[in-house]
């Protein structure tokens, strides 16, 4: 589970969602490298910071 801010929400998140990094990609049969899914958007490509 991973708390998501937009800018401007302060400490209030904006959504609260299930989410999965790798640093392999997770949908080979995709183009491109999906190394990022989160629920109820998708998977991607994405640099990731943990705070």
């Known amino acids: 589970m991973a708390d998501f801010y937009r ?3 302060g400490n209030d ?3 609260t969602a ?9 949908a080979a049969d ?3 490298v999906q190394n990022v ?3 109820g ?3 991607g490509s ?3 910071n943990f705070n």
């Open 37 to 39: 899914w989160i629920q």
């Open 30 to 32: 995709i183009p491109g």
């Open 13 to 15: 998140e904006s959504f």
């Open 7 to 9: 800018q401007g929400d």
């Open 18 to 26: 299930k989410m999965i990094v790798s640093n392999s990609d997770l």
């Open 46 to 48: 994405a640099t990731v």
């Open 41 to 43: 958007v998708g998977c």
